[in-house]
Every structure is written in structure tokens, then in C-alpha cells.
T-cell receptor, first 115, second 109 residues
């Protein structure tokens, strides 16, 4: 298994543009998490899904952010419109209750720069 | 409210010196605590869990409920230990992790 896959790895866009980040979890994992990493705030949980259903989106900063999980093997995080303060590294992680409890497996991250 | 505090953003030591990365948490119930590590150009990965009471790569961490701490320790640091370390908390009633802001460990030769 290639692990959690994220694309793109780097994204540079201009303020006001729409940004879509993609994630493919590890096959068989039923939890998927989206995090944002910044120097000031560290790792913040944005939203997580269980069996494709959003469970907790209290970390989503604003209505500009939305996330979907149309099936067990794909999720997207969309920012529309993007702003410079959204610049960060966005991580996706997946886990399974049948495995190590709460051991989350992280993707390589997407480094987003909004100019 | 659930919170994890890592007071040091950067910890620098020389090879062979003892290391202690501090982590304090705030949670009213019985939490599960973790340490995750991110080496340069690698993914964030689990280092150890408190319930396992294990030593990984020479690191140990003891949960002190009285002091609400879960400090990560290693008696003799190695250069390859240089990385970003995150302490994380999970409430038993949820599936999510609350991470601290992280501590960057630099081990000089």
C-alpha cells in the first residue's frame, strides 16, 4: 500500500481563486481527517469523516472551507475564495478502528501558498 | 476544554545529552496520550502511546495524571533524533486527536 495519497503536493494560487485539495486514504480505513499545519498554531483538525459521513467539522475556519467524501477512497477539501492567510500545509490522515486505536496515518501534505 | 500544551518551540542539545520534551494536557476525563514525530522530508508518524508503556528508539513517556503531563524522554540523544515532535490527546469518547503546537528537536554533533 502506498499509504495516504495527497495531491497536489504544492499549490500556488492568487487570492480569490478556488483551491481543491485531494486525498486518497489507505484502503480499508474508515476514518479520514483533514488538518492544517502552521508555525503559529501547529496542527489543527479541520474536519473528520467516519464511513464517508462528516462527524465533526468544528475546526473548519469559515464558510469558505468545505470538505466532501463521496466514497471510501476519495476526499476533497475546497477553499473558495482563497486568502493569503490560508497559506499552510494541509494534511490528510486516515485510521481504522480495527487497527491500532487512534493511530492515524498521515499523507505527505499539500503546501498551499496564496499570493 | 481539551488542550495540549508544548511550551518549547525549539529544543537544542548535543549528541549524547539527555532530552526531555515537555507536554501538558487539559482534560477532565481519562485521556489517551500519544507522541507523533515528523522527520525531515518524511510523513508525520506515531512514535509511541502511553497505554503501550513501550520504549521506541530509546524514547519513553510516562503519563502523570497528577501533573497532567506526558513528557517525552531519552537519556542519550542521537543526531537522527532531530525532528518535529507533536504530543496529542484523544478523549476516549471520540476518535479525533488534539495536537500540541509541536517542539523541534535539534541534536548537534
Amino acid at each position: 500500500d502506498a499509504g495516504v495519497i495527497q495531491s497536489p503536493r504544492h499549490e500556488v494560487t492568487e487570492m480569490g481563486q478556488e483551491v481543491t485539495l485531494r486525498c486518497k486514504p489507505i484502503s480499508g480505513h474508515d476514518y479520514l481527517f483533514w488538518y492544517r499545519q502552521t508555525m503559529m498554531r501547529g496542527l489543527e483538525l479541520l474536519i473528520y469523516f467516519n464511513n464517508n459521513v462528516p462527524i465533526d467539522d468544528s475546526g473548519m475556519p469559515e464558510d469558505r472551507f468545505s470538505a466532501k467524501m463521496p466514497n471510501a477512497s476519495f476526499s476533497t477539501l475546497k477553499i473558495q475564495p482563497s486568502e493569503p492567510r490560508d497559506s499552510a500545509v494541509y494534511f490528510c490522515a486516515s485510521s481504522s478502528r480495527t487497527g491500532h486505536y487512534n493511530e492515524q496515518f498521515f499523507g505527505p501534505g499539500t503546501r498551499l501558498t496564496v499570493l | 476544554a481539551q488542550r495540549v500544551t508544548q511550551p518549547e518551540k525549539l529544543l537544542s542539545v548535543f549528541k549524547g545529552a539527555p532530552v526531555e520534551l515537555k507536554c501538558n494536557y487539559s482534560y477532565s476525563g481519562s485521556p489517551e496520550l500519544f507522541w507523533y514525530v515528523q522527520y525531515s522530508r518524511q510523513r508525520l508518524q506515531l512514535l509511541l502511546r502511553h497505554i503501550s508503556r513501550e520504549s521506541i528508539k530509546g524514547f519513553t513517556a510516562d503519563l502523570n495524571k497528577g501533573e497532567t503531563s506526558f513528557h517525552l524522554k531519552k537519556p542519550f540523544a542521537q543526531e537522527e533524533d532531530s525532528a518535529m515532535y507533536y504530543c496529542a490527546l484523544s478523549a476516549l469518547s471520540t476518535d479525533k486527536l488534539i495536537f500540541g503546537t509541536g517542539t523541534r528537536l535539534q541534536v548537534f554533533p
